[in-house]
């Protein structure tokens, strides 16, 4: 019975002071007019935020079962052009001073506020009067109980910049704002959504009031989404000029979309996958410079520095080193030779990503892998200007030997400029010429000088357009796939025996020098000479690079003669077809002469005063006779030798 009856009393008691404090409030609901509350909660917004709003809309005050004044229809700046709308501002009043007849508010929201931020030619933008406003109030003695909290629901954001030709919108703005009542610190935390993608972000300001003053304080700022994440611990500037330093690290799974989602275009190619950065940064106006900088891209990893500027152009400029990199994703999508291997690539080719941004990189590895090649020691300069790629090779250790030159990509509308000047010194020629050209019968150390020019929307209209030279010198190696020797030494003892089977095998060599002109994609042979302890071998003729055929004449020669005081055998030739896979041939007509019983029969064919005795002399043989009334063959009558063929 007494628990039961403490019970009920504390009930009663609870009751009471339920029903007396819903009667304080309506009573105060009386007390205080609704204009008494309007004016208090704007002169509270003004007094902490240094902000005068315009209402433009209607105003409207509840007490009752709690305390809120709604304001429609709300602006803040210039009449003409504000920079911020709000559809409603929601100021909630504090309960228990409110139970007194005071009016304090606890919290303060923006119903879908539309912000505009413009940015001017002088540095300042729509926002700097507010900001000067916000600064005054803040550098003045507040009361404790102030509110400390505003949020931001469903607002847009519009920031445009006509010297950077910005114009970018967030949408579904929301964010809380832990306004600074009792400590100086700041805090933003909500998000938005740009590009389509949600964002998260969070913002915190040390001191309030110094960083609106422009004086410097403590930043953190942390933004999360699908594309990227990046994170910023450091401090801000912004008298004389903007500056901000401290630690930035950012990672995306592919930097490729975080370009295409930032409004970017990504570098023509392949690559550009997952990214990581991490760097002490230091902003100055309009300059980024990164040191200390450890960048991860593809899989590859880098120390160096870089600098960013964007004063009218976008120019990045660095100095990265690696002890390893495979630059195979970024040449993955270039395919010089079609598919079946027999024809130029004729694919059109498109360099539009390197428009956008002004390059100056330098970049040196320990190793270098791209696609089945792999490089030692290499150091590359890259310089990208107004979409003309210049690559510098300072040095690259490959193909057993070292490699310098330069190379010119330029984008223009009907397809692309390409100019290159290689030096390849003491290189491993199978190798290098098997990799970029695609010949592979040619062994040996070697050297190339390469300097070609041409133009073309595809790797095939570009090869018929090549103009340029070509030299190669070559030592201590052999043709793969033909034996000459073996060739001649048949030929010599039996001249009308056949070729036989000659394309297989090697033919060494101990030098060899080969000198090309290049005019619009057909190659003049001016002098190719290939000598050997046991061969030599002279050619001349022309190569089409479109078509990839050769149309070559020579000579091969044994050195050694047959038997001392004898002349060396000697053989014309041609070569002919693909250069994957030429036909070599010897001229018939030497080979007729070479021999005993045909030199004889060679000779008569040629004159007519024997002509019909050897013709007779076959029809014997043969058993044939000739038509009834038939003249004798003559080479010489059409009508005739078409009777009797």
């Not at 002169?43 to 305390?67: C, H, Q, Y």
């Not at 106006?285 to 964007?310: C, H, K, Q, Y």
Request: charged share 20%.
């Amino acid at each position: 019975m007494t628990t039961a009856t403490g019970l009920k009393r504390l009930g009663f008691v609870l009751l009471a002071v339920i029903a007396g404090g819903l009667a304080v409030l309506t009573t105060a609901g009386y007390l205080i007019s609704a204009d008494t509350v309007r004016q208090r909660v704007l002169a509270e917004i003004r007094e902490v935020t240094g902000l005068d709003p315009v209402l433009r809309g209607k105003a409207s005050v509840s007490l009752f079962p709690s305390g809120s004044v709604n304001f429609a229809d709300v602006a803040l700046g210039d009449t003409k052009q504000p920079a911020l709308i709000a559809e409603r501002l929601t100021a909630r009043l504090r309960f228990f001073p409110l139970l007194i007849g005071r009016v304090e508010i606890a919290d303060v929201s923006l119903d879908h506020p539309r912000i505009m931020i413009d940015f001017l030619p002088n540095g300042q933008s729509n926002w700097s009067g507010l900001i000067e406003a916000l600064t005054r109030s803040q550098a003045a003695a507040h009361r404790v109980a102030a509110f400390s909290e505003m949020r931001i629901d469903g607002g847009t954001v519009t920031i445009r910049d006509e010297a950077w030709q910005l114009n970018e919108t967030l949408y579904g703005v929301e964010f809380s704002l832990a306004w600074p009542s009792i400590s100086k610190t700041f805090g933003a935390t909500g998000r938005f959504v740009w590009h389509d993608a949600p964002m998260d972000a969070s913002l915190t300001l040390a001191d309030f009031a110094a960083a609106l003053s422009g004086s410097r304080s403590g930043v953190k700022l942390r933004i999360a989404g699908t594309p990227m994440k990046a994170a910023f611990d450091g401090a801000v500037n912004f008298k004389p000029t903007l500056k901000i330093e401290g630690t930035l690290a950012a990672d995306a799974p592919s930097l490729r979309n975080v370009l295409i989602w930032s409004g970017q275009k990504p570098m023509p190619g392949g690559g550009f996958g997952r990214f990581a950065i991490k760097a002490r940064t230091n902003v100055v106006g309009g300059t980024i410079s990164l040191s200390g900088v450890n960048v991860e891209l593809d899989g590859n990893t880098a120390e160096g520095v870089l600098t960013f500027a964007a004063d009218g152009r976008q120019t990045l400029q660095g100095t990265l080193a690696a002890d390893a990199l495979d630059l195979t994703p970024y040449v993955s999508t270039v395919r010089l030779i079609a598919a079946n291997e027999r024809a130029w690539n004729n694919g059109r080719i498109t360099l539009d990503g390197l428009a956008g941004l002004d390059l100056d990189l330098r970049l040196s590895a320990g190793t270098v892998v791209v696609s089945n090649a792999k490089l030692g020691r290499t150091a590359i300069a890259a310089n990208l200007r107004n979409g003309h790629l210049v690559l510098t090779v300072g040095e690259a250790q490959a193909y057993g030997g070292v490699i310098k030159g330069s190379m010119t990509l330029a984008n223009f509308e009907q397809g692309v400029d390409v100019k290159s000047q290689l030096n390849f010194t003491d290189i491993d020629l199978e190798s290098c010429l098997g990799q970029l050209f695609g010949l592979r019968r040619l062994e040996g150390k070697g050297n190339i000088a390469l300097v070609v020019e041409g133009s073309g929307d595809s790797v095939l209209a570009v090869t018929q357009t090549l103009n340029g030279t070509a030299n190669l010198t070559g030592t201590n190696g052999a043709l793969a796939g033909l034996n000459v020797e073996q060739l001649l030494r048949r030929l010599e003892r039996r001249p009308l025996s056949g070729g036989g089977e000659f394309r297989s095998g090697r033919t060494p060599f101990d030098k060899m020098t080969v000198t090309l002109k290049i005019n619009q994609g057909m190659v003049t042979v001016e002098d190719v000479k290939i000598e050997g302890a046991a061969v030599v071998l002279g050619l001349a003729g022309s190569a089409s690079i479109p078509a990839r055929e050769l149309d070559l004449k020579g000579t091969a020669a044994l050195v050694t003669p047959p038997k001392p005081g004898a002349t060396p055998f000697e053989l014309p030739f041609i070569v002919q077809g693909s250069w994957d896979d030429p036909i070599m041939l010897p001229d018939p007509e030497s080979l007729i002469r070479r021999s005993g019983a045909a030199a004889p029969l060679l000779n008569a064919v040629r004159e007519r005063s024997t002509r019909d005795s050897v013709r007779s002399a076959i029809e014997r043989l043969t058993g044939s006779t000739p038509a009834a009334g038939s003249a004798p063959a003559d080479s010489s009558a059409p009508a005739d030798r078409g009777k009797t063929e």
